[in-house]
């Protein structure tokens, strides 16, 4: 019995080992393999687009995983523990994320905006009914919390409370009337929006130029293969260039993989500037406010937490 066992154990063992080997020949030559994050919205066209194109292959990069998030505490806790070293996440939870030493750095921008705040308009008219009221935002740090401080500064207003959820139970409670306004970013905004709430400010209305997405690699990547992230800045630009020449192909793959109309993926993603400035001085007031708001325990140097990657 045990002479059986133990051929068994060989014979187990050896198609392990013969499946492990067949899958490393489907392999790309000279392939590297990541795990990956994709915020689960339309900040994440580029890399629906690459997802689709299977454009991750072409650059010899195999996805061991394609962690698909909904806040940006997610993503830091897989790249704390490795099982990501990249991310396309927005740059509030970004920099929560590496204030709480997360070892990462920013190495490349996705577009600008993308946030607003959505309200019953049975309930709320103008930017005043809002004073004394309680609100809703994905967790303290994210963006669509920052505009809620940010309409507070521009209107002189102050919410009672805000509460925090995440951003798919912020919808639903939006369209079963339990919650009155939230803010929310986008594909949610305009989910709500074809439901009948009503956008009552986006962050373009307040906040020019607000920083959106931006691609965050591990310190370990970034100084073992500096190439690889190279190839992920060029994936993202690539995905960026294609949504500017074809809007409507950009909406067409986001709508796939976001599962929603194309109306509704092509209102969204219209509602995002993609680009691919990586402006320091822009990154550094953004860090400002979250500090001077109690959101940073520390007033972080944008030059400190920006890497240039050549040929990225």
């Known amino acids: 019995m045990q002479k059986v066992v133990a051929l068994g154990a060989v014979v187990a063992v050896a198609a392990a080992l013969a499946a492990y080997a067949i899958l490393i020949s489907m392999q790309p030559a000279g392939a590297y393999t990541i795990g990956i994050g994709v915020e689960f919205n339309t900040h994440a066209t580029p890399i629906w687009i690459a997802l689709h194109e299977d454009l991750f ?17 997610e993503l830091a806790a897989a790249l704390a523990r490795g099982d990501v070293q990249a991310g396309w996440v927005c740059l509030g939870p970004a920099l929560v994320m590496i204030d709480k030493r997360v070892p990462a750095k920013i190495v490349a921008k996705v577009h600008n905006h993308g946030y607003a705040i959505v309200v019953n308009p049975e309930k709320i008219d103008d930017v005043g009914d809002l ?15 920052l505009l809620l401080l940010k309409v507070e500064d ?61 691609l965050v690699v591990r310190d370990s990547l970034l100084e073992e293969e500096p190439e690889i992230v190279a190839k992920l800045i060029e994936i993202t630009k690539y995905g960026i260039s294609k949504i500017n020449e074809d809007p409507e192909y950009a909406a067409e793959v986001a709508a796939e ?37 109690g959101i940073l325990s520390q007033r972080l140097d944008a030059e400190k937490i920006v890497a240039y990657v050549p040929g990225g």
């Open 57 to 73: 292959s072409k650059y010899s990069i195999n996805l061991s995983t394609v962690l698909k998030f909904q806040t940006g505490l």
């Open 131 to 145: 004073n004394g009221k309680v609100i809703y935002s994905p967790g303290k740090g994210s963006p669509a919390y």
């Open 154 to 214: 521009v209107y002189g207003i102050k919410f009672s409370e805000i509460k925090f959820m995440k951003p798919e139970a912020i919808l639903n409670a939006l369209l079963s009337g339990e919650i009155d306004a939230a803010a929310l970013p986008e594909h949610r905004v305009s989910v709500a929006e074809s439901k009948g709430l009503r956008v009552l400010l986006r962050s373009q209305d307040v906040w020019p130029n607000m920083p959106g997405s931006y």
């Open 257 to 293: 993989a976001l599962s929603v109309t194309l109306p509704i993926a092509s209102k969204s993603v219209s509602m995002l500037d993609f680009n691919t400035t990586l402006d320091i001085n822009e990154i550094q007031q953004y860090i400002d406010f979250m500090y001077e708001h």
